[in-house]
């Protein structure tokens, strides 16, 4: 959680493997998986980046599109099929539209379906309800957050909006000036903000 321009977005792209750090390391798994010295390429982490912006297969369908995350890890089991992901990000009538056909918010809700077939160790997201209409913006955040609960998969959001970050979250970054300013439960960050800093940024 911070301001627009801090940097956010950048620290999803290293940790999914799409720019190298100059030092420190990431850790995945209890495996080095970035390093000053070492860099493993994305396809080879298991980690699956939903970006704020459409970043569908054109020449896909939506459902295709979905589909593909599923074809990654055939081998790794997954209580929800394609339809029952479609079914909760409420994709039914666009299955057969191609991206330049839908909406930046249907992309979104697109891609995250993909990046959750995938069944990845990792899932980073990428302000993921941005564009999504405010009618159904809280019915999918909370359908989300039930599914990321029930197959237990450890996901970093990265948002802007403090109030989106606290009902999401087990955990909250507070990132200000380049530089974590708080890491706790958003309970303990907005009864207890450890700064004038962090309580100007959630007051704003």
Do not use: W
């Not at 627009?4 to 977005?9: C, E, R």
């Not at 459902?63 to 929800?80: L, P, T, V």
């Amino acid at each position: 959680l911070g301001p627009l321009g801090i940097g956010k977005t950048t620290m999803l792209r290293t940790i999914a493997g799409l720019e190298k750090i100059e030092k420190g390391k990431i850790v995945l798994k209890g495996k080095t998986i970035s390093s000053s010295d070492f860099h493993m390429e994305p396809e080879q982490r298991n980690i699956a980046l939903s970006f704020q912006e459409n970043c569908l297969f054109p020449h896909y369908n939506v459902i295709d599109n979905i589909k593909f995350g599923a074809d990654r890890n055939k081998d790794k089991k997954f209580n929800f099929s394609v339809y029952d992901l479609v079914n909760l990000l409420h994709l039914e009538e666009l299955q057969q539209k191609y991206p330049h056909e839908i909406s930046a918010g249907e992309a979104q809700r697109v891609s995250l379906a993909r990046s959750l077939m995938s069944k990845p160790d990792l899932l980073l997201l990428d302000e993921p309800f941005s564009n999504i209409d405010q009618s159904l913006k809280e019915e999918i955040q909370v359908s989300v957050k039930k599914l990321l609960k029930r197959i237990n998969l450890t996901t970093i959001i990265v948002t802007h909006d403090s109030y989106e970050a606290f009902y999401m979250a087990d955990y909250c970054g507070i990132l200000l000036s380049q530089t974590m300013k708080q890491f706790d439960t958003p309970y303990n960050i907005y009864h207890y903000p450890n700064s004038i800093e962090v309580v100007n940024f959630l007051n704003r």
